[in-house]
């Protein structure tokens, strides 16, 4: 027992000798600047979680990894896109790796968990990744959550117009039962219902199921098309069975139900995803310069990427642009509780690939909004047509802030 | 494979020669001897290590580890409970857990579009532990009739069912968003929700739990439910009650689970059909079988490295292969030991034993005693 106790008294006693070592040199150095990077790695967004963490590494290449002459040191964490797990990743990356900034999370219930996290710890800044529901910067917003992406609603502005002028007078809503795709139809149905359109049913799912059959049983005969707002390996699994119970009818997207991910679905039914409109923040085949520009450079550095980088890479490349580009602006200074940095932040014009970004007062985003169409190339890859560029969508999609209701199953309605 | 055969490869005690002299078999006229044997010097420096701990860690390790770990501990014991002293493997600890935390939610405030009472926590709490018990009453008296691997499925059944009537139930769980912002009360000054106090206070709850079972594996009742693990047909022949024994035992890991289901939904914040979904039940299953079932500490240590595994494991490797390394630890324990980490532990201390002299018998005999 005793020469087992020596050893294992010798065993922490070289441990922690290597441990003060380690953190010792570490301190020898000029301080890099932590920055923590979540994004889902698993779960039913886990290719968007990948792709996400390559355009917020796509940001901090653009520099070299050094800003306002300090060394950038990412430290990335995952979730499963359960806010619970968010949260404790979350808490990791802040608590115990004692990151300066915060970036992440992907989805809409981890963003509202994050943002409620965000308030415990005033002396960190956050900053969203591509999480897009309306509640985390316009319920109880807090003072140190930034979002520079525009939010699920703002996506869909100008969607409603789009798909009357294609002649679709009556639809179907087919939508995740969660926060964002909330607030994707209420994007949807604010100005679709202004001008006359009818949404007679709509129809929520779970998250990650495997099951539309019941789904697809209920699709009225008489709609012109199906409003489609799910994501990931469930926009997958529903075309496929649609496609297997013959269906033919039109498809309105959302905004992450044709991204790149999804573009690249082998089944029968691809070439029937040509003609589908849908409201995004990002649109492959705008012409800007800027834009061509980002594209090649996702390409450069990822060579094993998609064709072209998915809505994920670039709300988490706008948003890690947004960190970084503050962060140049006050040169590195975090001190007083990170309040100049943050005063930058929220003055701060964000030049985008996809034109500027400018915040409001809730530290939300004020940008632009994509109208695509799906169309195919001469090699075959499908890729999203720009019909229409809308600048300037704010959060509360043109209602006044005192008259605007969150989005819900329910809110809004017009059967 | 007969009954039988199933409750023979479910029992994770290893057969031992000993077992009929057991407890009960320490000379009756040295009745206070049994009570006081137990403490020991690693007992006191166990427990004053788990008191100081919060002032030596820092919050992080106080509330996501510590606090996280006691917590997910007192939800494995109550399946430990259940599989190591009643034979019964049931995966559906986690939804008695989740449903006392929808009720804490329920009865008590959250942010929901759902029902909340909004009544005082003390009553929530009391009512969300009650109806966990008879939750779990009644989900032991679907399942003791089945044995082994059928226990396992009837369980996994109800918990999968569970998990979906609160993903799809909009009016009572608030479906996929499910309950948020359920926090413990600010009581005497003190936001129970703070590293420290939270700490405390699952520390409380998972000694409590433990002593608990500690003391009921020693009563009549404790006793005879062993009995009834390994050789229920026995035990009904000696005039017991089989079937009410087993639905007892759920009803108490209901209660124990309960208590660990508020506590955990305290450290979320918020109870989600995530928290109940399949991966949590296996992940209790997981807890258990890492520490081993032959002790109550087996689950709280299961819960340690589980949870240091999950926050840390991402660390060790290439981030998008973290989830290798959780596996391969997990394999790697239930590989070599019969017993997780207990199984460890006792296998070592028996070659202590026999290098200083001793006999393998004497070793079984310590192991037996060290309970």
Known sequence: MDSRKKTVVRAIVVVAAVLAIVSGAAIAQAPPVKIGLLATLEGPFAAGGQDGMRGAEL?????????????????KASSDAKPDVAVNATRKLVEQDKVDIMVGPLSGSEGIAVKEYSKTQPTITFINGSSGAQATTLVSPSPNFFRFNTDGGQWMMGLGKAALDKGYKRVMVIAEDYAFPYSQVQGFMTEYCKLGGKVPVKAWVPLGGKDYSSVIA???????????????????????QYEQAGGDKPMVGGSITVSQDILNYKGKRRDSLVGTIAGAPIADAYDAPEWKAFVADYKKNFPDGYPSPSLFALVYYLNMKATLDGLEAVKGDLSDGQKKYRDALSKMVLKSPVGDVKLDANRQAIGTTFIT??????????????????????????????????????????P | MSAADWRRAMNLQPPRPAAAGGPRAAPASTPRRRFTNPVRARHVIVLAILLAYPWYATPFFTFQIGAQSLALGLIALSLS???????MISLAQMTVAGLA?????????????????????WLAVLLAIIGAIVAATFIGWLSVRTEGIYTIM?????????????????????????????????????????PKPFYYLTLVCALAGYLFVVYL????????LQGIRDNARRMRTLGFNVTAHRVAAYAVAGAIAAVGGVLFTWYNGLVTPGSVGTGWLINILVIAVLGGMRHPVGAFLGAVVFVLLQNFAIDVIDRERFNLVIGVVFLVIVLFSRDGLLGWWAALSARMSTQRGGSP???????LYAR
């Open chain 2, 101 to 121: 935390g929808y009720m804490v939610a329920i009865f008590g405030t959250a942010a929901t579009d759902g029902v909340t009472l909004g009544w005082p926590w």
């Open chain 2, 81 to 87: 409970f259940l599989a190591g002293s009643g034979g």
């Open chain 1, 218 to 240: 209920r699709i009225p005969k008489d709609v012109d098309a199906l409003v489609v707002v799910l994501g990931g390996a469930d926009a997958v699994n529903f075309l496929n």
């Open chain 2, 217 to 224: 594996l020693r009563t009549p009742f404790g006793i005879a």
């Open chain 2, 361 to 367: 018998w004497t070793a079984a005999r310590r192991r």
């Open chain 1, 373 to 414: 169409e799906v169309v195919k190339d001469s090699q075959g890859n499908l890729y999203n047509r720009v019909l229409k560029k809308i600048d300037n969508v704010n959060q509360t999609l043109g209602i006044p802030p005192a008259e605007f209701k969150v989005g819900s199953r329910d809110e809004p309605s017009c």
């Open chain 1, 59 to 75: 940001a901090v290449k653009q520099r070299n990894g050094v800003v306002a002459g300090r060394k950038i040191e990412i430290v």
């Open chain 2, 154 to 194: 009837i369980t996994l059944a109800i918990g999968v069912a569970f998990h979906y009537l609160t993903l799809q139930n909009y009016a009572v769980f608030n479906g996929f968003q499910g309950e948020q912002k359920v926090f413990p009360p600010t009581l005497a000054g003190i936001y129970w929700r703070d």
